[in-house]
């Protein structure tokens, strides 16, 4: 059986990617499992999905609402076992379960630092390493990083670092999966809108924290950056810079020093 796995499919870019990858590759695979911790949107997502498959007729394709916490190691295992057949064949694995929290070191809670390496970090790397025995030849792994990958950015401290290690994880990987034709692109947007993540992140509890970063200019809408993402990993790029503001980021990182990109961002911050 060849499955499509979307974690963090509830809401923004998961959900966009379970519904391009069920409107453009729907022939590719069998059978997707939307993951995410809550039931209502996952099963709303599944419904919507499988009621559009039958519509145009898309053979056997069906959509399955599985509500995990990826950072639950129970729950890990029943997806574990759920993966053990000797027929399933991991087609797409899209890691967009994440979360950032916005606010200086003495503004956001211990719990909340910690939750974003588990998640971000600890999670990813953990379901990635669950299914790539079941991953085989033009597979396609995408892992949602995020500009704030290519530099230090206070304000945004914990977030960046938890990035910065999966953009690093997901090149290496993509090296060492090269000579079997398996696709890994680390995708890298800049702010993303119309999804829960920006308003997840101011909250803190702590209001002079929450405005660390004050606005968030030249944002893009999810169905733009997974359309980008999707042809980038079909191409086979490692690195997916989804939109022109990306793209500029990512080359100023790479030919400014550190200090001149966090002196950058401070300005950015405080508009």
Request: with cysteine; charged share 20%; net charge neutral.
């Amino acid at each position: 059986m060849r499955i499509a796995i979307i974690t963090g499919a509830s809401s923004g870019l998961g959900r966009e990617f379970a519904l391009q990858i069920a409107e453009k590759y729907n022939h590719e695979i069998d059978e997707m499992w939307l993951i995410a911790r809550r039931p209502e949107p996952l099963e709303q997502l599944a419904e919507q999905i499988n009621t559009q498959m039958n519509f145009k007729n898309a053979g056997s394709f069906h959509a399955l609402a599985l509500p995990l916490d990826i950072t639950d190691d129970t729950d890990t295992e029943t997806l574990k076992s759920k993966l053990e057949h000797p027929d399933t064949v991991v087609t797409y694995l899209v890691n967009a379960a994440g979360m950032a929290k916005i606010g200086g070191p003495y503004s956001i809670d211990r719990p909340d630092l910690l939750k974003m390496v588990d998640l971000n970090c600890k999670a990813a790397l953990n379901i990635t390493a669950l299914c790539l025995p079941y991953v085989k030849a033009r597979s396609h792994i995408m892992q949602i990083c995020s500009t704030a990958a290519f530099q230090p950015m206070q304000g945004l401290n914990v977030y960046a670092a938890s990035k910065a290690f999966l953009l690093r994880y997901s090149i290496a990987l993509s090296w060492e999966l090269l000579g079997k034709h398996i696709h890994v692109t680390a995708v890298c947007p800049y702010w993303v809108k119309g999804t829960e993540f920006i308003d997840v992140a101011k909250d803190t509890g702590n209001e002079k924290g929450s405005k660390a970063v004050r606005h968030f200019p030249l944002a893009f809408h999810p169905p733009i950056i997974v359309k980008w993402a999707l042809v980038d990993n079909r191409i086979g790029w490692w690195v997916s810079t989804p939109g022109p503001v990306c793209i500029a980021h990512q080359i100023f990182c790479k030919f400014f020093p550190t200090a001149a990109a966090m002196g950058w961002w401070e300005v950015i911050r405080r508009l």
